[in-house]
């Protein structure tokens, strides 16, 4: 297919069949489904204001007894019940059905669908009294509820999702006949049971997915779409081409930057691809890139976007419910792993453009020498330091003086900032969708197109220091994003022509206020699927509470992987492909979390391999994104190659080989915490910073074969250890000086008084899991204060005794108290210590290893550079 034949109402065709709906209805039902969507809209922005608890605080003060808050529970049922009813409407049920008008079953399905995601709302009483004991019409509303959500999921997203849901839900029927010695044999398999689990309580369908989608995922993707419609989509793209267009390769470089910052805008990989890859793909055919590299480079730049924060494509919101952490100190753990990919990927473009001594796009000014741009650069970002503080002083000064006018005050400043922007923006033109296929191309100017858009980024700014600064939830600093950009949108033309003296007043205000619209409707429309595939993924997440096959999955994997930790996340990343394969990105991070994480975490502990939980999730997180490139379920490589006019699986393979970076990370973040910055203080975060991309560039270019010249084969084995070392430089330090020392359970009690309180007590035990099953696992707990060993273990909730056997002494613990660190550690009675560990004071930190690691590197770049072209 060439490019010629695909024009812009194909891509939006392509857009609309996967994210928004591929069905155009005629006359009212077109209105209805516009204005269903913009209610949605209305009614998640009231549910995520502080708007309700005036409202009701009003009522009360007037004598009404009206409520109008919605507690979670119900929110999620009318959060569900307006994807429902949207999904049935927006959707064919086949390619063959019409998608000019819409069926009656379709309607049928959508009022009994919205009526049952409802139910909630409409039983709330009921189901609260006889909760645990549903009755003959909770069982009948869940079995069609269920049937209802799967084919709703099957018309949206496909049969992946659905195939997946059933399964389970067999395996919870049938389970209970399975011979009770079979490891996934289980006893909790009644119909009872089931739509007790899945629908009426909020373990299943109406669970924390769910919830997340409805208190924080809709905000953010409706902070999306307006600044979309605000015109921020283009500007990102027109910037990025603005100052790196005219570099080697730059067209590709600049596609890489603008789909990163789309992902900002966008939580669809494949609606990213389309947007920013009209626009990039043609242009780096432009400059030399064969259709599969140019669509291989948009693919895997998009499906990046969902890696990196703030948003995640949405999977963020998820980890900080699963993982039970402040969004702020998520954002931290996840931000250096997504920089160093994008970097990366950078460089791979760069790398190539050099293999094939490809040039950049002409400039349309005079590129300035490096060493002015450097001090330009620097000067900006430390205008931007001073101006951080200054504002953070300020409002800490607000709040102290005028508590109960900082708001206010605070309000009038973002107007005022909001005017000069305007007014700065005023004096250049509006930035116009060039033609990409245009016989002559030549990049814009980097001022007047920075300046173009300069207040696209206040919302943003809003939104990131809400969620960073003053640490709100993620649901009110999405919120107050979206209210300025409502403001942004009425008001931005109106005044941009008030300052240029247009009289295009009433016009400008109109089309804003159609842009308004426009908006809400579309952030409402790309949140179905999100809403549909959150609630059917609840199901697998019911399935695997109600019958613990999470942990039994743990055991099948442990078999498998014979007790090697590197095989197990190798089997870990391959199941977590495998169910990704033609999910969506939240419904995918759902599965694969909700049946991986458990696996990493119980075998790890049984194998001395204990991480961090978000460390785990993270890995999974990873992997099943990476299910979007692979071909051949990954619809980005289709999208983008029916933009490139390129082979798709070619592109979804070099898509992939281009994506190898980000497939090795998690691994590296598992072994290595430091690259997550858990417990990391800013000179080493900023160490681990400047090595772990050395080494992801040392990588990439041992992946492509080419560094500063061809790579020899030694060169590329060598560059691969040498990034290997920069990663995990722990791994050849703890052979010249090791780190734990090893004790017998005897000397227990000696070495948890010698050691520093804070440092980390490491115990091998023996003992029955949850599950009664004989197992021995690892447990690492901070030493506590004390005089002596035995108070030390005591403060730390650990009572134990000396037990005679035949073949000698044995450690066994006697009393655990209840919340203290032993008990989270998971250590409990009449479990027996095999042996421990503590640190070694004096050993060497595991970063002089960088030192000859970087020297070997730097010896390396001297012989390629020393060698001929």
Request: proline content about 5%.
């Amino acid at each position: 297919m060439s490019t010629k034949n695909i024009d812009y109402d194909d891509l939006q065709d392509i857009v609309a069949s996967s994210d928004t709906g591929g069905r155009d209805p005629d006359g009212f039902p077109k209105k209805l489904i516009a204005g269903v969507a913009i209610l949605w809209s209305l009614f998640q922005l009231y549910y995520a204001s502080p708007a309700p608890f005036w409202l009701q605080e009003f009522l009360r003060n007037i004598g009404l007894n009206i409520n109008v808050v919605f507690d979670d529970t119900k929110a999620r049922s009318i959060h569900l019940a307006f994807a429902l009813f949207l999904a049935y409407l927006s959707y064919p049920a086949f390619k063959f059905s019409p998608k000019h008008r819409i069926p009656l079953v379709d309607w049928v399905f959508a009022t009994v669908g919205a009526f049952l995601g409802a139910y909630y709302l409409f039983f709330y009483d009921g189901l609260v009294t006889r909760f645990g004991a549903p009755i003959l019409q909770d069982i009948i509303a869940g079995c069609i509820g269920i049937f209802l959500l799967l084919e709703a999921t099957r018309r949206s997203l496909g049969l992946p999702l659905v195939v997946i849901a059933i399964v389970f839900l067999l395996y919870n029927y049938f389970g209970q006949f399975l011979p009770t010695d079979w490891i996934v044999s289980h006893r909790t398999g009644s119909l009872s049971h089931i739509i007790n689990q899945q629908w009426i309580t909020t373990e299943g369908v109406f669970g924390v997915a769910l919830g997340v989608s409805t208190k924080y995922v809709f905000l953010f993707v409706l902070f999306g779409a307006l600044l979309d419609k605000a015109g921020a989509g283009n500007y990102f793209i027109k910037s990025a081409f603005a100052y790196l267009g005219h570099l080697r390769g730059g067209p590709a470089k600049a596609a890489v930057v603008a789909s990163g910052l789309t992902g900002l805008i966008s939580g669809s990989s494949i609606a990213n691809v389309v947007t920013t890859g009209t626009f990039t793909i043609p242009m780096m055919k432009r400059v030399g890139f064969s259709a599969e590299k140019a669509g291989a480079v948009e693919v895997a730049s998009s499906v990046n976007g969902q890696i990196m924060p703030p948003v995640m494509g949405a999977a963020a919101f998820l980890m900080i419910e699963y993982v039970n952490m402040p969004y702020s100190q998520l954002i931290t753990h996840a931000f250096l792993p997504a920089v160093i990919s994008y970097i990366a990927l950078v460089y791979i473009v760069h790398l190539e453009a050099c293999k094939m001594d490809l040039k950049g796009l002409p400039k349309a000014d005079e590129p300035k020498p490096f060493l002015n741009s450097l001090i330009r650069a620097l000067g900006t970002f430390i205008f931007l330091c001073v101006l951080y503080f200054a504002v953070d002083f300020s409002l800490g000064w607000l709040k102290n003086v005028t508590p109960n006018y900082a708001f206010s005050i605070v309000i009038v400043l973002l107007s005022i900032t909001y005017l000069l922007l305007l007014r700065r923006v005023a004096q250049f033109p509006d930035l116009e969708i060039d033609d990409p296929h245009s016989p002559v191309v030549v990049l814009p100017s980097a001022k007047p197109t920075v300046n173009s858009g300069l207040h696209f980024l206040l919302p943003v700014v809003i939104l990131i220091w809400s969620l960073m600064v003053e640490r709100l939830s993620p649901g009110l600093s999405a919120f107050w994003g979206a209210l300025s950009l409502i403001v942004i949108l009425l008001t931005q033309r109106p005044l941009l022509s008030f300052y240029r003296k247009q009289n295009t007043f009433r016009s400008d205000l109109k089309q804003g206020w159609k842009d308004l619209v426009s908006g809400l409707e579309a952030g409402a429309r790309n949140m179905i699927g999100i809403g549909i595939a959150t609630a059917t993924a609840g199901i697998i997440v019911g399935v695997v509470s109600l019958t613990g096959f999470g942990v039994q999955l743990a055991t099948i994997i442990e078999t498998l992987s014979m007790g090697n930790i590197f095989l197990m996340l190798l089997l870990v990343a391959g199941f977590s492909l495998i169910l990704g394969m033609g999910l969506p990105t939240t419904a995918n991070y759902i599965v694969v979390s909700s049946l991986m994480a458990v696996v990493i975490i119980e075998v790890g502990r049984q194998n001395g391999f204990i991480v961090p939980l978000i460390a785990v999730h993270l890995f999974v997180f990873y992997f099943g994104i990476m299910a979007d490139v692979t071909p051949p379920v990954g619809l980005a490589s289709f999208a983008a190659s029916a933009v490139s006019g390129g082979d798709p699986i070619k592109t979804g393979l070099t898509a992939f080989s281009y994506s190898l970076r980000t497939a090795i990370l998690p691994f590296l973040f598992i072994f290595n915490t430091d690259l997550l910055l858990i417990d990391v203080g800013w000179a080493k975060g900023i160490l681990v910073f400047i090595t772990a991309t050395i080494g992801i560039l040392a990588f990439t270019a041992g992946a492509v074969g080419y560094f500063f010249r061809p790579n020899k084969l030694w060169e590329s084995v060598a560059l691969f250890v040498l990034a290997f070392a920069l990663f995990r430089p722990g791994f050849f330090m703890e052979h010249i000086s090791p780190t734990q020392y090893q004790f017998e359970p005897v000397d227990l009690m000696q070495q948890v008084e010698k050691a520093q309180t804070g440092d980390t007590l490491t115990l091998k035990v023996s003992g029955l899991n949850p599950y009664g099953k004989q197992i021995e696992f690892f447990a690492q707990l901070p030493i506590a204060e004390g005089s002596t060993g035995e108070e030390r273990l005591k403060n730390m909730g650990l009572t134990l005794f000396e037990q005679d056997k035949p073949e000698g002494k044995e450690l066994v613990i006697d009393a655990v108290e209840i919340d203290s660190t032993a008990a989270k550690a998971g250590l409990n009675w009449d479990q027996v210590i095999l042996n421990g560990s503590v640190p070694i004071k004096d050993a060497l930190a595991k970063e002089w290893f960088f030192i000859p690691t970087l020297f070997l590197l730097f010896l390396l770049v001297m012989n390629q550079r020393r060698r001929p072209q």
